[in-house]
């Protein structure tokens, strides 16, 4: 598999095989999705569920590579927030990100990513499951409110399973909403659908 992401040639690849360089990618100015599937809208963020580059570029090449990340555990995996498209040469999509994975050296760099949906996808989930797992080593804590700040009203354990009320949209974000009415993030690295 080759560090891009999609190591096949199939029009939805992720990774091309051209060196050519930035200025033969056009770059969308819609603040919104574009037209090409699968996508995920500007601001909100994507995690890598397979090994993925990030480049300098929308053309994936070895010499355009910033930083390779590895495959990781479901609670490691690489998060980013989408700031923009791009198209490779051959018109495949690329994701404009910024790294927040905030423990990384790699946290704020800025590059371009694959948008396969077989390699990245949205790190919250977008539907209300009955049941939730805490998988995150260091637990979940519960909020009043949905912007998640303020003073904990409890913290759970990991493998604390929690029954889900609904789910709710913050900002870019999303949280679910307990039986009690507490807000928890429904961010995939910290909790598992049961």
């Given amino acids: 598999m080759k560090p891009g992401g999609g190591g096949n040639s199939s029009s ?7 060196s050519s360089s930035s200025s033969s990618a056009s770059e969308s100015s819609t603040a919104d999705k ?36 590895a495959k990781e555990s ?22 404009k990100v910024r790294d927040v994975n905030h423990t990384k050296t790699t946290d704020k760099l800025r590059g371009y990513i694959t948008a396969n949906k077989a390699y990245v996808e949205s790190t919250y989930y977008q539907s209300t499951p009955k049941r939730i797992k805490v998988v995150s080593r260091h637990g979940l804590n519960a909020y009043k409110t949905a912007s998640l ?46």
């Fill in 12 to 18: 939805n690849s992720s990774s091309t095989n051209t």
């Fill in 34 to 69: 574009p037209a090409t599937q699968p996508v995920a809208v500007k601001g909100e963020a994507v995690y890598a569920t397979k090994a993925i580059g990030l480049y300098q570029t929308p053309n994936f090449t070895k010499a355009t590579r910033k930083h390779f990340y």
């Fill in 74 to 95: 479901r609670t490691k995996r690489p998060q980013f927030v989408v700031t923009g498209y791009a198209q490779s040469k051959n018109g495949t999509l690329r994701y």
């Fill in 149 to 194: 700040t303020g003073k904990s009203q409890r913290h759970y354990t990991r493998g604390t399973v929690l029954k889900v009320k609904a789910v709710k949209s913050y900002h870019l974000a999303n949280r679910f909403v307990l039986p009690n009415g507490h807000y928890v993030s429904a961010n995939k690295v910290l909790v598992i659908k049961k």
